[in-house]
């Protein structure tokens, strides 16, 4: 290509110099906007109403929003149901690393993060020494997070699970799935991943964006708080809308398991209890269905399955569980001997457990409950 000669040049200066005062002014003005609304943002403490920032100081968990995944832990010492604890930069909860040569991975809930515990009494700490106890030098990574569903699940295994490179995945989602809320898991994630969405994250930095964003959201969710019924109460309509509908529940699992075969994983699944499946009334419950789905895709993959209930054998309700829901360290002792043991009478990990390679269930998936 020849050069370009001295009267295109010319041109060229001219269209640049007309384009550089056509945008002067937006750039002006976009700059004087964002200056104003920093200058807005850095009110006084004073003027701020600091109601929520004093709960989350004095205890409960510092969750912050995540792009890809709703929610996620903040980093650092954190405080949970009287104890503090560390979550690492990669947003799991800290677990002891002794260079072993295997890992594994809890993934799952509060139930499976040890809500209200020592870090001792965790599923994850108990699982390792239970395993020690056998001769086994298991790493046991903690992928449990606080009010976290299969669908946050998958996407935390995309994004940090896999990294840790696990030689064993445990799977313990359930009860945040089948809850009720007023929102849908993979509507939220949908939405997360808008193109509008996107530009959001590429415009973080900017006050001034935040500030005309927030004007178009629903007046409940202006103030940050984060759409979990256990951080903020639900809207009062409550529609009989699962967080992840049973079918949806269903495949998210099969895909988890299909995942660990894919890498060449082993996979355990823990079905939770709590303490009305401790001690049943005989009476049909809301969660039924999901465990029939867990079973059966478990079977599916040719999966253990290790009933948190059938551990539990001799201990009260109050000696199993903190609340309605969240083990004890004792329950989470029985878990972990529970686990081991089923894992070394299977052979692993010379048996690897590795979930069959087959196409998902094909079933029809009622639930009675859902509208």
């Given at each position: 290509m020849s050069a370009l000669t001295s009267r295109q040049r010319r041109?060229?200066?001219?269209?640049?110099?007309?384009?550089?005062?056509?945008?002067?002014?937006?750039?002006?003005?976009?700059?004087a906007g964002e200056l104003l609304a920093r200058v807005l943002a850095s009110a006084p403490a004073s003027e701020v109403d600091a109601g929520d920032a004093g709960d989350a100081a004095s205890g409960g968990l510092s969750m912050v929003p995540h792009p890809t995944r709703i929610w996620s832990l903040a980093p650092g010492l954190i405080h949970?149901?009287?104890?503090?604890?560390?979550?690492?930069?990669?947003?799991?909860?800290?677990?002891?690393?002794?260079?072993?040569?295997?890992?594994?991975?809890?993934?799952?809930?509060?139930?499976?993060?040890?809500?209200?515990?020592?870090?001792?009494?965790?599923?994850?700490?108990?699982?390792?020494?239970?395993?020690?106890?056998?001769?086994?030098?298991?790493d046991v990574?903690?992928?449990?997070?606080?009010?976290?569903?299969?669908?946050?699940?998958?996407?935390?295994?995309?994004?940090t699970g896999w990294g840790l490179e696990p030689d064993l995945l445990v799977v313990g989602n359930l009860w945040s799935d089948n809850d009720f809320q007023y929102f849908v898991d993979r509507e939220w994630l949908?939405?997360?991943?808008?193109?509008?969405?996107?530009?959001?994250?590429?415009?973080?930095?900017?006050v001034a964006w935040e500030r005309l964003r927030s004007l178009q959201r629903p007046e409940a969710a202006r103030d940050g708080a984060l759409p979990i019924g256990w951080v903020r109460e639900p809207y009062p309509t409550r529609e009989g809308r699962r967080r992840v509908p049973l079918a949806d529940y269903a495949a998210n699992l099969d895909a988890m398991l299909a995942a660990a075969a894919d890498r060449d994983v082993g996979a355990v699944v823990l079905a939770p209890a709590n303490r009305h499946r401790l001690e049943p009334d005989g009476s049909l419950v809301m969660w039924d269905a999901y465990f029939e789905a867990m079973r059966l895709v478990a079977e599916r993959r040719n999966v253990l399955v290790v009933d948190a209930v059938e551990t539990l054998d001799g201990l009260t309700l109050d000696e199993a569980f903190l609340d309605e829901m969240h083990p004890t360290?004792?329950?989470?002792?029985?878990?972990?001997?529970?686990?081991?043991?089923?894992?070394?009478?299977?052979?692993?990990?010379e048996a690897r457990l590795i979930p069959e390679r087959a196409p998902p269930l094909a079933a029809e998936w009622v639930d009675v409950f859902a509208k």
């Open positions: 041109r060229l200066v001219a269209v640049g110099r007309v384009v550089a005062f056509s945008l002067a002014p937006v750039v002006a003005l976009l700059v949970d149901g009287g104890v503090t604890h560390r979550i690492r930069e990669d947003q799991l909860r800290a677990v002891p690393e002794t260079d072993a040569p295997l890992r594994a991975l809890t993934l799952g809930d509060s139930s499976i993060f040890g809500h209200g515990l020592e870090d001792q009494d965790t599923l994850h700490v108990q699982l390792a020494a239970a395993l020690a106890s056998r001769e086994l030098r298991v990574y903690c992928g449990g997070v606080p009010g976290y569903s299969t669908e946050q699940s998958l996407v935390l295994l995309d994004e949908a939405a997360l991943n808008s193109p509008l969405r996107r530009l959001d994250r590429a415009l973080a930095w900017s360290g004792r329950a989470n002792a029985r878990y972990g001997e529970a686990l081991a043991a089923a894992l070394v009478s299977a052979g692993w990990p």
